[in-house]
């Protein structure tokens, strides 16, 4: 069972880039993914590069050697035909204790993105989004002010989560409506409280903003969190640790799905080790100050992809140390 972002890792799965591609658009994928571009005609369809796939898959290769030299009980989804990628498993389910819910994505194309990895899961519950066009607001489009999704239904991204046992940090952004979070509310009844956080970043996930690294310490995005009153509820007490400024490490040309944030997208083995992107050498130092170690791997093609080390593992089982 896992019910934080940081007790000791002890099974996870992590993804695969085979078959990656961007589907044909439409109205969820237009609004979701690509509301800054006013420009339809700008936004690249079909597989990734294989030069992408091949060296993506050759850096999740080295995550999981790395992850079992630390007994970590390592899964892979199969290598599937897919709409969208099996990339990401931490896109599309969400895991607190014996809960294993695969969670109403609001883009169609990643409805079922889940089922490739399926057999590692135990007695999921699989939340179905309906994809009705009143869900998306088009006039997101070109505004960042203006949210892509309506709460005409409940809809949400597992990576709009971070857990911290009895409390949930849950991002309302373009790939999480305020429905999704009561719907999370509801699943968890009263094992965690689900906290709120809005009006910070629509762009999308939450694992580029914030990053919990123990109980009561945080990494914080200081161009979206400005100070500890953004943060809702009990996480107003945390330390934080203010994240630098990423060093870019490029995309593949034209293909570029997220900004130099991603690359504090990182994974806690524990309280004292994280998977960290091998250039973000500022951010080593920051962390390394308060006693947390990092593991510097190479992850080429995080911002073409749109994935670093949080959003490409989904933790099944984290053991507390008593």
Sequence with gaps: MSYNEWDQLKKVIVGVADHAKIPDIDISLRCVNYADKLDETEIIKG??????IDETNEDLDILCKFLQKENVEVLRPDKTECKY???????????????QMATPMPI???RGEWRAFEHHLTNPVNIRCYHESALYNT?????KDVLALTEFEPAFDAANILRANEDVLYLVSNS??????????????DKAKVHKLENVYSFMHLDSTVAFLKEGLLLANPSRIK??????????????VWCPEPVDIGHYPRYCNSSTWINMNLLSVNTKLVVLEEQQEPTRIELEKHG??????????????????????LDLERKANV
Excluded at 85 to 99: A, E, K, M, T
Aim: charged share 20%.
């Design 292 to 313: 947390i170690e990092c593991a510097m791997l190479p992850m080429r093609h995080s911002r073409t992809l749109g994935g670093t080390f949080h959003c490409v593992t």
């Design 139 to 143: 006039d997101c489009i070109g505004n």
């Design 47 to 52: 597989p990734y590069p294989q030069r992408v």
């Design 227 to 240: 100070t500890k009153d953004d943060l809702p509820g009990p996480f107003k007490n945390w330390d934080i």
């Design 176 to 189: 999480a409506n305020r429905l999704g979070s009561a719907l999370l509310q509801g699943a968890l009844g």
């Design 108 to 110: 169609r194309a990643r």
């Design 85 to 99: 990628y099996n990339y990401c498993p931490r896109d599309s389910v969400f895991v607190y204790g014996d809960l």
